[in-house]
């Protein structure tokens, strides 16, 4: 007895509309499932390389290699005993430390998006690169720094607003990320305005 071709896909549909799934919910499902780390993760396989999602236990946890937090798409490996570290070799985690192949494409890149989409004037932006403090990890297992509205570690040539109360004179160590290449729109997020009203450093409330 010979099979016909389309067999197999018309039982597939038939099953799903007895299920009373769709076929674009069963292909969302499917979609999910590929493309969510998790799924990977059985009884059989729980180390590895994985990518980071919203929904991985690990996601906003800091790593025990370079004590950066782990952000959406980060690409990590799961050892044997569950320690996840990342795979960038900019960050130095599970590889050793090394200058990220498309650094300087990067960097001109985010002097053009930057040009596009100035901050206003009285804002001004700085590098992590100039601000030593905000990218070095502390020593006596501290924290790194953090930023004030995402809560997502400071990593090296990324573009922040230092002293988001008197950013001209940069009062205090506190920062929030202002880097649209990377999808860090920390600023404009947290202040639409452009404006901080209470310190949120001090909690003291600002002249207007």
């Known amino acids: ?3 016909r071709p389309d067999a197999e896909p018309r039982r597939v549909v038939e099953e799903t509309a007895l299920s009373g799934t769709s076929e674009a919910e069963s292909f ?5 499932a590929a493309f969510d780390p998790r799924a990977a993760m059985t009884a059989d396989k729980r180390a590895g390389h994985f990518v980071t999602t919203i929904a991985t236990p690990w996601h906003s ?6 004590g950066h937090t782990f952000r959406i798409d980060d690409r990590v490996v799961v050892d044997d005993a569950g320690d996840v570290r990342h795979l960038d070799p900019l960050l130095g985690c599970a590889h050793p430390a090394g200058a990220s192949p498309d650094l300087p494409e990067l960097a001109d890149f985010t002097a053009g998006m930057l040009d596009a989409w100035p901050a206003p004037d009285e804002v001004p932006l700085t590098s992590t ?3 030593p403090f905000l990218a070095r990890r502390p020593p006596g297992g501290f924290e790194r720094m ?3 509205f995402c809560g997502h570690t400071f990593r090296p040539a990324e ?3 230092l002293c988001p109360c008197r950013p001209t004179e940069q009062l205090c160590r506190a920062a929030v990320h ?3 290449v990377r999808g860090l729109v920390c600023w404009e997020s947290w202040r639409p305005g452009q404006r901080v009203k209470v310190c949120p450093v001090m909690l003291l409330r600002l002249d207007t």
């Open 178 to 180: 202002r880097d649209p």
């Open 129 to 131: 690169d100039d601000v």
């Open 28 to 32: 969302d499902e499917g979609m999910q």
């Open 146 to 148: 953090a930023c004030l």
């Open 1 to 3: 007895m010979t099979t």
């Open 159 to 161: 573009t922040v607003v």
């Open 61 to 66: 946890r800091f790593c025990t290699g370079c």
